[in-house]
């Protein structure tokens, strides 16, 4: 009886745990389907280099516009995987900076379900992505680790690295 209560007592500490744990990567802003990708993002909490990036670049209101878009979206983390010196570099540099984001945007939405049927896809910026699915699912190298979460405008795809176009 013991064993029954402990384990009772951890699903329901799972279950008032869970929507904490699960508003990560847009959760909160995907049940209500009205924001689009950039409203998305912001609310996510994890993507507020990307989002500095877009409006760096410009690109704000074309993320806001009426789509559908896929975003590959790279976390806080995937940016600061790069060299502040070259991250500085990128963000200076508005067409360069406008080439990387678009290359993470492939126009209409492509779920996830879509995406592992696919070995590669064109991008916004005019080069193509590479989509791996033998190990999980890759794009350009950089492991998917959320999809789906849909706003009004598209779909965002969480991915843990900033894949960079041939420049």
């Given at each position: 009886m013991i064993l029954s209560r402990t384990i009772l007592f951890s699903l329901v500490l799972a279950l008032v745990a869970a929507p904490s744990i699960s508003g990560s990567y847009g959760d909160k802003a995907a049940a209500t389907p009205k924001a689009d990708i950039v409203d998305t993002a912001v609310a996510a909490g994890d993507f507020g280099t990307l989002v500095a990036a877009v409006q760096a670049a410009g690109l704000v209101e074309t993320l806001k516009g009426e789509g559908p878009f896929t975003v590959f979206a790279?976390?806080?983390?995937?940016?600061?995987?790069?060299?502040?010196?070259?991250?500085?570099?990128?963000?200076?540099?508005?067409?360069?900076?406008?080439?990387?984001?678009?290359?993470?945007?492939?126009?209409?939405?492509?779920?996830?379900?879509?995406?592992?049927?696919?070995?590669?896809?064109?991008?916004?910026?005019?080069?193509?992505?590479?989509?791996?699915?033998?190990?999980?699912?890759q794009v350009n190298g950089a492991n998917v680790v959320k999809t789906d979460i849909v706003t009004s405008n598209g779909v965002i795809h969480v991915i843990d690295a900033v894949i960079l176009p041939k420049l």
């Open positions: 790279p976390t806080d983390a995937a940016f600061a995987a790069i060299p502040k010196a070259d991250l500085d570099a990128l963000l200076a540099d508005k067409e360069q900076l406008t080439a990387v984001l678009t290359y993470h945007v492939v126009p209409g939405k492509v779920m996830a379900s879509d995406v592992v049927t696919l070995a590669s896809a064109t991008t916004v910026q005019g080069q193509s992505i590479a989509i791996d699915t033998a190990d999980g699912v």
